[in-house]
């Protein structure tokens, strides 16, 4: 006598129970859980890469800011944190930003307008100085200096309503009546004198150099995938526990 074919009979019961409603909707719900899971592997994935990229970008050799700006004065973000050189002229323009602390003084950021020999404007960071001192004026000479490339700050909405606070392009170009480049560069060395009114230089505020490899994001990606993975496993099982019944 021939044994029933168990295995056939076990799949064809398993494919009726997949296309019940029931079944088909946990389907539907299994796929948008995968989808979102990918997604957001994928994001975290990209993020990883771009701190790689930004990794590589600043310890690359300094380069023109003018080789690094478009015509509308952007650039790329895997950019920030680069070392570039500067070639052009310090002008009249120049903001205190108060609340900027060094070393635990409080004191201001001398932030002044740089212009590109191209006829760009950049805002550059001269250094720090401490509350209720006046900065002595920069040379108007044509000078060649190298600082960091940052990004601009961020803060709450409308923070630059009513004075500047931030360093922000737009907030800015108000300001000083003329377009300027996204983001700004801060001075890299080590000279100053606060007494003298010669802002003292700051650490840059963006990672720089090497960077340790992001594993929380590398990780973070590799977890949303095995979720992915588990989803799938779990609906599997289910679906053929409830077709045994």
Known sequence: MTPPNTSEGGSEQTWRTALTP????????????????IVLGRWQWD?????????????AAPIDLADLVDDQGLWNNADIGRSVNLQGTFTD????LANRELDGQAGVWVV???????????AVVRGWLPDDTSPAPGS?????????LHPDEEFYEGANATR???????????????????????????????????????????????????????????????FA???VVVY???????AKK
């Open 140 to 148: 108007r000479e044509s000078v060649n200096i190298q600082g960091v």
């Open 164 to 226: 500047v606070v931030t360093i922000d392009a737009d907030a800015l170009a108000d300001a000083w009546g003329e377009d300027v480049i996204d983001g700004y560069v801060m001075l890299g060395g080590d000279q100053g004198d606060a007494a003298r009114g010669i802002p003292v230089l700051v650490p840059p505020t963006v990672q720089v150099g090497d960077v340790p490899f992001p594993l929380q994001n590398f990780f973070y990606a590799i977890q949303w995938w095995v």
């Open 229 to 231: 993975s588990f989803a």
């Open 22 to 37: 029931r079944w088909l909707a946990a389907l539907l719900a299994l796929i948008v859980l995968v989808a979102a899971f």
């Open 93 to 96: 323009d120049e903001l205190l």
């Open 112 to 122: 002044s307008s740089f212009e590109l020999d191209g006829g760009k404007t950049v």
């Open 47 to 59: 993020r990883t890469q771009d701190i790689l990229a930004a990794e590589r970008s600043a310890a």
């Open 236 to 242: 599997a099982r289910w679906l053929y526990l409830d």
